[in-house]
């Protein structure tokens, strides 16, 4: 929105990087990517325009955002989500976790203890436990990654998150139940991906809620804030900003050097 680049270090070529600084990005900015299965950017973040300071908004994923609202919906079980534990089995570690001081969760998880279950087989915790602990990693990565780029604007102070949870895959990370970052801004209008969690579940529509209320609220109106159904990219670990683009009116010209050599 400043004009500043910002690139993941999944970009390994340095000689695209001193092309890049060189045409007016000196200070472009290098943010965390390697640890997405695709390695872009806008699997966790974008920009948004927005009627706070700035005229912009930076939308960042937050899987414990998710995590938190999914546990608050009464009666529903996680192995019907698709992730790779039981409802029970969830909740009894996610209990455990985030009692760890150094977890720092951002939100009050003291109403999970009531629906936590005692007889939680062992296995049942060691997969929730490895899925909690791999989402409170991403949500630090995703948290240096925006410091990083507030720090780095001019202007820019409104953060917002949105839920969206990351799975293993390869090693590597990728969204499981729609990547809502991945969106399609069109002026002061957004085109999200549908939650799946939504398109599996219609009554269970807290995702959907949640994006609605904070980003409306940033555009002045709730009715700029769009669901589209992603499965042809989701399948294909992708998003709807992954199979689209915009046409823009570039406002600045871009020149090359004298020397005519970056």
């Given amino acids: 929105h400043e004009g500043k680049l910002y690139y993941g270090d999944h970009l390994s070529d340095e000689e695209m990087k001193t092309i890049l600084k060189y045409y007016?990005?000196?200070?472009a900015i290098e943010i965390a990517s390697k640890w997405l299965h695709v390695g872009h950017v806008?699997?966790?973040?974008?920009?948004?325009?927005?009627?706070?300071?700035?005229?912009?908004?930076?939308?960042?994923?937050?899987?414990?955002?998710?995590?938190?609202l999914l546990t608050q919906v009464d009666g529903s079980t996680f192995d019907s989500y698709g992730l790779p534990i039981t409802h029970v089995g969830f909740?009894?570690?996610?209990?455990?976790?985030?009692?760890?001081?150094?977890?720092?969760?951002?939100?009050?998880?003291?109403?999970?203890?009531?629906?936590?279950?005692?007889?939680?087989?062992?296995?049942?915790?060691?997969?929730?436990?490895?899925?909690?602990?791999?989402?409170?990693?991403?949500?630090?990565?995703?948290?240096?990654?925006?410091?990083a780029l507030v720090e780095g604007s001019a202007c820019l102070k409104d953060v917002?998150?949105?839920?969206?949870?990351?799975?293993?895959?390869?090693?590597?990370?990728?969204?499981?139940?729609?990547?809502?970052?991945?969106?399609?801004?069109?002026?002061?209008?957004?085109?999200?991906p549908e939650p799946f969690v939504e398109k599996r579940y219609p009554a269970i529509d807290v995702f959907k809620k949640t994006i609605t209320q904070k980003l409306g609220e940033r555009l002045g109106s709730a009715g700029k804030v769009h669901f589209i159904d992603t499965t042809p990219y989701h399948t294909q670990s992708g998003e709807i900003h992954c199979g689209t683009n915009v046409i823009r009116e570039i406002n600045l010209r871009f020149q090359v050097p004298s020397d005519g050599n970056p």
């Fill in 24 to 27: 007016g990005n000196q200070d």
């Fill in 42 to 68: 806008d699997e966790y973040l974008t920009f948004i325009p927005s009627n706070k300071e700035c005229g912009a908004s930076l939308v960042a994923a937050s899987p414990i955002e998710a995590i938190s």
């Fill in 91 to 147: 909740q009894n570690a996610l209990d455990r976790a985030l009692k760890d001081p150094k977890t720092q969760p951002p939100f009050t998880f003291e109403s999970f203890k009531e629906k936590v279950d005692q007889k939680t087989g062992a296995q049942e915790t060691l997969d929730a436990l490895g899925f909690i602990s791999r989402n409170i990693t991403i949500e630090r990565i995703i948290r240096r990654s925006v410091e």
């Fill in 160 to 192: 917002v998150t949105v839920p969206q949870i990351f799975n293993d895959i390869n090693g590597a990370s990728i969204t499981t139940l729609g990547g809502t970052t991945n969106m399609l801004v069109l002026r002061d209008h957004l085109i999200i």
